[in-house]
C-alpha cells in the first residue's frame, strides 16, 4: 500500500527555522536504488536553506519516478533525513481463469511485466485495460482482481485473478424514426443482430461499441443509395438491462425526403481527353432515384480514364447542386489535373515473418513512379487478397518536398498454415474422410504446399502440391503436382480404376484480367478389378453377371504423356460471391508426346452474372466439350461421363452411351458434350445470418458421339438427344460446414439414362 508521505520536524523558534541551513542529506532504507539517485530528485541540497514547500516539491518528485511505495523526511538537527520504501519488483505475471481470451492476447494489454518494478497505478490501469479487452468481446459482467504474493528480496508475484462470465447478449434491436423501411429490413443492413439460440458460433449477437459505430455508416450506405440524400443516424443507444444480462440497442434516424438525379456533366479543360468518352463512363442517369454509390464508382471510372490517358495526377471532384424544392440533385464532375507528385518511397511495416518483396511485388506503384490513388487502391486490394494479413493498412505521408509522398503500409500477419480434418456424407461417395496440410505463405516468401488424403466409399486420393506464384521473381506461375487415386466404378460401368503421376505447372498473365497456363502430365492409369465376362463371351451362362466387352477390351494399364494449356479471362465484379460480371475458360489437351494413349481434347466454361435486384440474382452457365483421337481409339477412362452436378436431375454417368446388353447397362461414355445451366436465386424469408441460400435452376443440354464400333459392340445405345431438367437447390453454410440439397424433375431423357431426383452432400472442417 502506498501512504502518504510525511515530514518531522525538531522543535524550533518559527524564525530560526525559517533560516536552518541543512548540512547534510542522508537516505536510508533503500536497497537496489543508489542513495545518490534518491538525492538527485531531492531539492534540498546541503548548504541550502530548508523549507517545507521544497521539502514538499521533493516528495512529489520522488512520488512521480514510481520507484517507491512509502517516502518520509524529517530533520534532525541541521541533517535533513529522507526514509524510502522501495517498490517491489515483479517475478512473474500470471492470468488464471480466462479462457475466451487467450494468454498472449492479454499479455499484450498490460504494462506490468517481469522485472518491471510494481506500481498500485500500472495494476489498475492494466485491469482497466483488459476488461475493455473483455467488453470489446461482449463480456460485460467480467471482473478481474489483482494478487501479490510477497517473494524474498523484495519481489513480488502477480495474479490476476479473472472471471469471464458469460457474454452480454443483445436482446433487441429497435429503429425509431424509420418510415420507409422496416425494422426488420434494417436489422438486414447492420452487422449486429439479436441473439437466438442457432448462433452460437457467432459473435454478431454480442454488443461491440465499435460495431455499433460501423452500423451507423452501414444504414447511411443503404439509405443514401436508395435516394435519401438528407439522411442521418441522430443517435445509436445500447441500454444494459438491470440484471447485465443483455443488452437493448436503439437507433434513432431522420429518414429526410428520396431525391432524384438531376442534370447529369462532365467538364474538364484536359486536352487529350475525349468529352463524349468521359460522358460514357457516367453511371448517374437524369430520372433516377439517387443513388451515392454510382458517384463514387463514376469517380474511380473518370480518375482511371484519365490515368491510362497520362493525366497520373488527374483529380475528379463532383459538384453537387441541390435543389431541395424539387428534391433533386445536380452533378457535375469536374476533371482537372492535380499537383504532381511523385512516390518518393514505400515503407513496409508489420511484417516479421514475410518477406519485403513479396509486399513491394503486389504494389502497382514503384520508388519514383508517379502517385495515382487508382493504383494505389489496387495495391491495397492485391495485398489483402494474398490473405496472409488480417490487416492492411495503407498510407499517404507527406515526403521530404512538397511534389513527393511516402506510402506506408502497414500489415498484420496472420497464421498462413493450416492443418485441416474433414468429414462428410454425399449420395455420390457415401461417407468422406480426409486430412488436409498446407501452407500458403512458406518461409515467408509466398510459396504455397499442400498435402492432402482423402478416403471415401468410392474413392481414395493422396496429393501433393507445390506453388510459386512469382516464379523466378516475375509475374510468373511455377508448379509440381503429385497424385495417386483410385476410384469404384462398378455402379456406373463395372470397373474400378487406379491413376498416378506427376506433373508441372508454368502460368503467366495476359492482361489485368486474363492468364495463361500451359501444363505437362504423365500418367499411369489402370482400368482393374473387371470381375465378370464379357457379354459376348461364350463362356458366359445365361443368367450371370456380365459386363461390357468395351470394358473387359479396356481392362489393363495405360500411360498417358499430355500436354495442354488453360486460357482464363475473369471479368466478375467478385471472385469469390460474384453477382455481376463473367468468366471464360478454354482448356486444351493434347496427348501422345510419348505414352501409349493419342488424342485432343477441348473443353469450354463460361459463366455469366447478372442481378435483377438486391436480392435477385441471376447466373448462367455454358460448358462444352469434345475430344478426337489420334490414329486410334479413345480409350474408355478418358470418354465424358456427365451427370449428377454436371445436369442435375441424372446420375453421374447417367447420361450418354450405354450398353444394354451388359447387366449393369454399363455406361462406356462420350466424345462429345455441350450443357447449359439458368439460375435464379431469390430471398427464402429467413434470416441472412442462417446462411441458407436457395435458388431454382433449369439445366439442359446432349451428350453422346459414340465412336465404338457397333459391328463390333452392337448393344451400344447412343442418342445425341436433348436432356433436360428443373430443380430447387438449397445451401447451407452451417457451423459444421456447407450443406447442399439439389431437387431435380426430369423434363427430357432417354430410356435407358439413370435418373437421380435428390442429391445431398455435406462436410465440415475442424
Known sequence: MICVGSIGVATHAEAAEDQLVVTEVEVSGNQRIEAETVRSYTLIKPGAIYSPELADQSLKQLFGTGLFADITMRLEGTKLIVSVVENPIINRVAFEGNSAIKEEDLQKEVQLQPRVIYTRAKVQSDVTRMIELYRRGGRFSATIEPKVIQLPQNRVDLVYEINEGPKTKIASINFIGNKEFSDGTLREVISTSESAWWKFLSSSDSYDPDRLTYDRELLRRYYLQRGYADFRVVSAVADLSRDDAAFHITFTVDEGEIYHFGDIAVATDLDKLNQEELEALLLPVTGEVYDAGLIDKTIDQLTYAAGTQGYAFAEVRPRVKRRQDERVIDLTFQIAEGPRVYVERIDITGNSRTLDKVIRRQMRMSEGDAFNKVLLDKSEKN??????FGKVEITQNPGSAPDKTIIGVDVQEQSTGSL?????????????????????NFLGRGLQLSTSLSISARRQLIEFHYTDPYFLDRDLVGGIDLFGSETDFQNESSFDSRSQGFGFRFGF?????????????????????????????????PGNFCVSPIIKDAEGTEYRSIVGYDYYYDNRNDPVEPTGGWDFLFTQNFAGLGGTVRYVSNEI????????????????????????????DIPLSDHFFKGGNTIRGFARGGVGPRDLTSTNSDAVGATAYIFGTAELSFPNGLPDALGIKTSVFADGGYIGLSDYDNTLYPGIVDDFAP?????????????????????????????????????????TSF
Do not use: M
Open 509 to 541: 498473365p495476359l492482361s489485368e484480367k486474363s492468364r495463361f497456363l500451359a501444363r505437362y502430365q504423365f500418367r499411369l492409369d489402370e482400368i482393374f478389378n473387371v470381375r465378370y465376362l464379357s457379354c459376348s463371351d461364350p463362356a458366359l451362362v
Open 383 to 388: 495485398i489483402r487478397a494474398l490473405q496472409y
Open 420 to 440: 485441416s480434418l474433414s468429414a462428410g456424407f454425399s449420395t455420390l461417395d457415401n461417407a468422406v474422410a480426409g486430412i488436409q496440410l498446407s501452407e500458403r
Open 605 to 632: 466454361l463460361a459463366r455469366y452474372y447478372f442481378p435483377l435486384s438486391d436480392d435477385f440474382l441471376t447466373s448462367w452457365r455454358f460448358d462444352g466439350g469434345y475430344i478426337h483421337g489420334i490414329g486410334d
Open 723 to 763: 436432356r433436360a431438367s428443373v430443380g430447387l437447390s438449397l445451401y447451407w453454410q452451417s457451423p459444421f460446414g456447407p450443406i447442399r440439397l439439389d431437387f431435380a424433375q426430369v423434363l427430357l431423357d432417354e430410356p435407358y439414362d439413370e435418373q437421380e431426383a435428390f442429391r445431398f452432400s455435406a462436410g
